[in-house]
């Protein structure tokens, strides 16, 4: 029979100081309270710039549908009357508009691509984050 006293080994933290469970508890709970409240703020930041990006994609849209408008009535107007001098009235007519209307359709296409680049509206950068952290503590929880 072994007669040697029984050594018990404790672990002691790092620092030297010993915290309760409780007092664990609530620093991982103030620490995933803070980590919340910097996602969502993140969140918050990502989703006003795509809003800006939307607001200027629909004002070049709103652009192109005002100068398609403008496009109608000038080419009733002065750009005819100056053409229609070389060309017949209607030849004349026909390459003001096409001219105006081609305006408005490359407004357009700029005014989609603004449009598509704010969509979706999802805070994709906060989104991202929230994956890592959650992998993080779930790497941190196994170890």
């Given amino acids: ?12 933290p790092i620092d ?3 915290h309760s469970v409780g007092e664990l508890v609530g620093q991982a709970t103030e620490q995933l309270s803070r980590l919340v409240r910097q996602e969502i703020g993140l969140a918050k930041e990502e989703l006003a710039e ?3 990006r939307a607001g200027r994609g629909g004002g070049m849209l709103g652009a192109a549908g005002a100068f398609a408008y403008a496009g109608l ?3 009733a107007g002065t750009a005819i009357a100056a053409l229609s001098l070389v060309l017949s009235v209607w030849a004349a007519a026909l390459i003001v ?8 359709g490359v407004l357009a ?11 979706p ?5 906060a989104l991202g984050s929230v994956r890592a952290d959650v992998e993080e503590i779930r790497e941190r929880a196994h170890r």
């Fill in 1 to 12: 029979m072994d007669t040697r006293p029984v050594r018990e080994e404790r672990r002691t």
């Fill in 97 to 104: 508009t096409a001219l105006l209307f081609a305006v408005a």
């Fill in 50 to 52: 795509k809003g800006r």
């Fill in 121 to 125: 509206p999802a805070p994709e950068e």
């Fill in 73 to 75: 009535l000038a080419a």
């Fill in 109 to 119: 296409v700029a005014g989609r691509s603004q449009l598509r680049r704010a969509t």
């Fill in 16 to 18: 030297g100081t010993h």
